[in-house]
C-alpha cells in the first residue's frame, strides 16, 4: 500500500501543489477584485482622486444597480442562471452588503455586575437593516431558485430568428421584438405543466409585491431634495392641470374610475401622471406644515380637505406602483436617490429596486409562455394583447 501511495506521487507529483496554486490565484484574483471595487467607492467614482465623486451613498447604489444589469441583464429567457454568474452575483452582492454590518445604532441593555444591575449602551446594526437585509436575501433566493426551477424539459422551447412560423405569431409584447418568441406544443401545454407554471408564477408575484412594498416604504423615508421643492409651483391645480384637479378634489372619489379615465397607453404617459401628482403631494405637504398661512406655500383650503386630497392622491400612487412594476422611475424617486445620504437607505433602496425589476421581468416571461399556449387553444385571441400581469396587479390593489 505504502509502494503504492509512493509510485502514485511519482505519477502526479506536483498534483498537490497544482491545486494550492490555484486556489491561491483565486483567492488573489478576488482580493484584487474587491480592493478595486471598494476603491471606486471610496473614490465616489471619480478615479481622478481629484474629490468631485458622488457620496457614498450614491456609490454603493450605482454599484449595486450595475452588477445587477451585467449579471441579469435582459432575462430574455425562462433558464437557470449559469453557475458563473450566480457564483459572482452571490461573491460581489456579499461584499457590498457587508457595509450595513457596521452601521449601527446605539440602544440601552441591562447587565448584571456584582450583583448590581446597570443600564449600559450597547451597539447594534441598525434596525430598518437588521429587518429589510435578511428579507431581501430571502427574496433574492426565491427568484435564482424559481430560474432554477426551469432546468430541464418542460413543454417549451424557444424559436430560432430563422423561424418563419415564430414571426408569424404574435407577441404578447409586439414593442419588444428582440425578445425570443416561446414555442409550445401544437395542442398546448399539458395540465400539469399548466398548474407547475402558474404556481412558479404566484411565487414570483408574491416576490414581486414584497420587494415593491420594501422599495415605496424606503422612498417614503429619504428626505425631498431642495433642489426639487425649488421647482415645483406653487399650488396642487398648477401641477397636476384642471382636469386631474378636479377629478381629484370632487366629492366622491373612486380611483380605479380616476385610472380609467386618464391615457395610460405608454410608459411616457404613466411617468408623466405619477410626476405631476407626486409634485402635489409635496406642495400639499408642505402646505399643511407651514406655520404662517400666509406664507408663499400657504392657501385658502382647509388642512382636513388637503389632507383628503393628499390621501386619495397617495392611493392614486400605490395604484401605478402596483400596476405598472416596469416603468421608468419618476423625477421625484430618481432626485431622491441622488440626493440621498442615507447609506443604510440606499442599499435598501437600491437592493429592493432591482429585485423588483427582476421579479417584474421573470413574470413577463412567464405570461409570455402562457399567451403562446393561450393562442394554441384560441387561435383568434392572436389580435388580442394579454395583461394577465397588469390585471392580477389591478385585483391585489383594490383588496
Known sequence: MVRAAEEDQNVNPGSGDESTTTNNDDKNSDMEMMKEKFAKLLLGEDMSGGGKGVSSALALSN??????A??????????P???ERQTRWRKEMDWLLSVTDHIVEFVATKQNTNGVNMEVMVTRQRSDLHMNIPALRKLDAMLIE?????????????????????????????????LPTPKVPPDGLSDATRKWLQFQ?????QVLKAALAINAQILMEMEVPDSYTE???KN?????GDFIYKSITVDHFDPDHFLSSMDLTTDHKIVDLKNRIEASVVIWKRKMSAKDGRSGWGSGVSLGKREQFEDRAETILLILKQRYPGIPQSTLEISKIENNRNVGHAILESYSR????LAHKVLSRIEDVQHADALTQNPSSQSLKLNSLKDSLKIDASD
Not at 70 to 79: C, P, Y
Not at 161 to 172: C, Q
Not at 236 to 240: C, K, P, Q, V
Open 236 to 240: 396642487g391645480r398648477a401641477s397636476l
Open 63 to 68: 454599484a449595486i444597480t450595475n452588477l445587477a
Open 70 to 79: 451585467s449579471v441579469f441583464g435582459e432575462q430574455s429567457r425562462l433558464e
Open 201 to 205: 408564477k404566484d411565487s414570483v408575484h
Open 354 to 357: 432591482i429585485l423588483e425589476s
Open 146 to 178: 424559481c430560474l432554477d426551477n426551469f432546468k430541464g424539459d418542460h413543454e417549451f422551447t424557444y424559436a430560432s430568428k430563422n423561424d418563419n412560423e415564430a414571426k408569424s405569431m404574435k407577441k404578447r409584447e409586439e414593442d419588444k421584438w428582440w
Open 231 to 233: 421647482t415645483l409651483p
Open 81 to 83: 442562471m449559469p453557475p
